[in-house]
Nanobody
Framework: QVQLVESGGGLVQAGGSLRLSCAAS????????MGWFRQAPGKDREFVAS????????IYTDSVKGRFTISRDNAKNTVLLQMNSLKPEDTAVYYC???????????WGQGTQVTVSS
């Protein structure tokens, strides 16, 4: 099993920054991709960003390109999401997730709340 624990959420004014962190533990010897999703009130969970564990290639949803940066620390099994120029529409619960074998997002964290005030 794999455990994912997020931290770093909070309340910030529009234009501000937050940094989310996700630490993976357990059966982490095989990680294909890690990523972040978010879910705003009344909306479906949506993809935000992902990073390939080997090589570090990244993917972002269009609405966060140029503002968010995903990175990883392989030695610490940690994935980070640096969020700059935050907007009220970024308000959501952010979830860390892991795709261990290149097929599906099998593991999820408990989520961390990000609130951006206007």
């Amino acid at each position: 099993q794999v455990q994912l624990v997020e931290s770093g959420g909070g309340l910030v004014q529009a234009g501000g920054s937050l940094r989310l962190s996700c630490a993976a533990s357990g059966r982490t010897f095989s990680i294909y991709t890690m990523g972040w999703f978010r879910q705003a009130p009344g909306k479906d969970r949506e993809f935000v960003a992902s990073i390939r564990w080997s090589g570090g290639s990244t993917i972002y949803t269009d609405s966060v390109k140029g503002r968010f940066t995903i990175s990883r620390d392989n030695a610490k099994n940690t994935v980070l999401l640096q969020m700059n120029s935050l907007k009220p529409e970024d308000t959501a619960v952010y979830y860390c997730t892991m795709n261990p074998a290149g097929r599906s997002w099998d593991y999820w964290g408990q989520g961390t709340q990000v609130t951006v005030s206007s």
